[in-house]
């Protein structure tokens, strides 16, 4: 999310090489965003019930990212570009920051180092 947020605020300079440089950073960002939410939606899933949860997770994804879009072109007819990527960078980096302040995604991220079993959320 922090590379996406840099690649964001690296498409507000007005200079050929920054912004393609941006573009790669926000698209190479994009995947891991993506798996790692797909990952978090199914961790926790019954195996009984992952192709329900699946769908309403892929809607869930989907169905904001277009009205994103469809709002994000209406607000560049109103609002300069470049307040809306410092905007969007902001709020990519207030999000990425919750989650690395959040001592639960510390403990699963040294337990799978470790390769011993992941706890649950909320267990000590």
Not at 62 to 68: C, D, E, N, V, Y
Not at 116 to 124: K, L, M, N, T, Y
């Given at each position: 999310m922090a590379v996406f947020a840099a690649?964001?605020?690296?498409?507000t300079i007005p200079a050929v090489p920054a912004v393609a440089t941006g573009m790669v950073l926000c698209g190479a960002s994009m995947p891991w965003i993506a798996v790692g939410l797909t990952t978090v939606?199914?961790?926790y899933t019954a195996p009984e019930l992952v192709g329900r949860v699946y769908s309403g997770f892929n809607v869930m994804m989907?169905?904001?990212?277009?009205?994103?879009m469809a709002c994000g072109a209406g607000l560049i007819a109103v609002v300069n570009?470049?307040?809306v990527l410092v905007v969007?960078?902001?709020v990519v980096l207030m999000a990425a920051g919750y989650l690395f302040t959040?001592?639960?995604?510390?403990?699963?991220?040294?337990?799978e180092a470790s390769g011993?079993?992941?706890?649950?959320?909320?267990?000590?």
């Open positions: 690649g964001a605020l690296l498409e939606g199914l961790r989907t169905l904001p990212q277009m009205l994103a570009f470049k307040v969007m960078a902001s959040r001592p639960e995604q510390r403990w699963a991220a040294a337990d011993e079993p992941v706890r649950e959320a909320g267990s000590v």
